[in-house]
Nanobody, 130 residues
Framework: QVQLEESGGGLVQAGGSLRLSCACPLRTGNGYAMGWFRQSPGKERECVAAISWSGGRVWYADSVKGRFTISRDNGKISAYLQMGSLEPEDTAVYYC???????????????????????WGQGTQVTVSS
């Protein structure tokens, strides 16, 4: 099973920034929508940002809107999450995910459900201190 590779997590003070990266050793020629999820102890995994295969559409959870920015590089099949104005409530393990998009006509679709994604990374810890 192919596993995505996240990097960039760490410890940061409240108000600081981090940039997460996701390398995707997936087969080129397929289309992939991408998403960033997070999970903290005792909570369900939730989508915080998603981007369509084309890159033309993005979605953010209300809790991160205006602070996080998702982007992608289709040439390298990679995704990024720029996180700013971090808060202690952002502390979690962050996961990158990829969804195989089989139809070119779905290149603008956004996916936010855990069950909609085919590939996952192992997660990277983000800790925000107050």
């Amino acid at each position: 099973q192919v596993q995505l590779e996240e990097s960039g997590g760490g410890l940061v003070q409240a108000g600081g920034s981090l940039r997460l990266s996701c390398a995707c050793p997936l087969r080129t020629g397929n289309g992939y929508a991408m998403g960033w999820f997070r999970q903290s102890p005792g909570k369900e995994r939730e989508c915080v940002a998603a981007i369509s295969w084309s890159g033309g559409r993005v979605w953010y959870a209300d809790s991160v809107k205006g602070r996080f920015t998702i982007s992608r590089d289709n040439g390298k099949i990679s995704a990024y999450l720029q996180m700013g104005s971090l808060e202690p409530e952002d502390t979690a393990v962050y996961y990158c995910a990829a969804n195989v998009v089989s139809s070119y006509y779905s290149r603008g679709e956004i996916y936010t459900g855990v069950h909609e994604y085919d590939y996952w990374g192992q997660g990277t810890q983000v800790t925000v201190s107050s």
